[in-house]
Nanobody
Framework: QVQLVESGGGSAQSGGSLRLSCAGS????????MAWFRQAPGKEREAVAV???????VYADSVKGRFTVSKDNAKNILYLQMNNLKPEDTAMYYC?????????????????????WGQGTQVTVST
């Protein structure tokens, strides 16, 4: 059974940094596309960053140059380094995974294509 557990969320001031982690168990990490999504109150869930089994990454335009996604296959951990945080980054951040999925056309996969999700970790950025 695939399990994903996020951590590292919290509060930060505008311009600050946080690093989110997603620890996975129950599967071979290297064979999965891994992604970060976020959802703010009253808004739809949106893709933030994705890294597929070949290491191809895609970022939302709103976070390009500020966020970096990476993964440690040996430790089964996905990371999201978030720098220069802005109040609009405030949201619940979710880790998601799907086996053997690849990035196509430089686009994020739709959330509905990822079957495995964590419970989320809250990020709050204040001015």
């Amino acid at each position: 059974q695939v399990q994903l557990v996020e951590s590292g969320g919290g509060s930060a001031q505008s311009g600050g940094s946080l690093r989110l982690s997603c620890a996975g168990s129950g599967y071979i990490y290297s064979t999965y596309l891994m992604a970060w999504f976020r959802q703010a109150p009253g808004k739809e869930r949106e893709a933030v960053a994705v890294i597929d089994i070949e290491g191809t990454t895609v970022y939302a335009d709103s976070v390009k140059g500020r966020f970096t996604v990476s993964k440690d296959n040996a430790k089964n951990i996905l990371y999201l380094q978030m720098n220069n945080l802005k109040p609009e980054d405030t949201a619940m951040y979710y880790c998601a995974a799907e086996p053997y999925l690849r990035v196509v056309g430089g686009r994020h996969p739709q959330a509905s294509r990822l079957r495995h999700w964590g419970q989320g970790t809250q990020v709050t950025v204040s001015t």
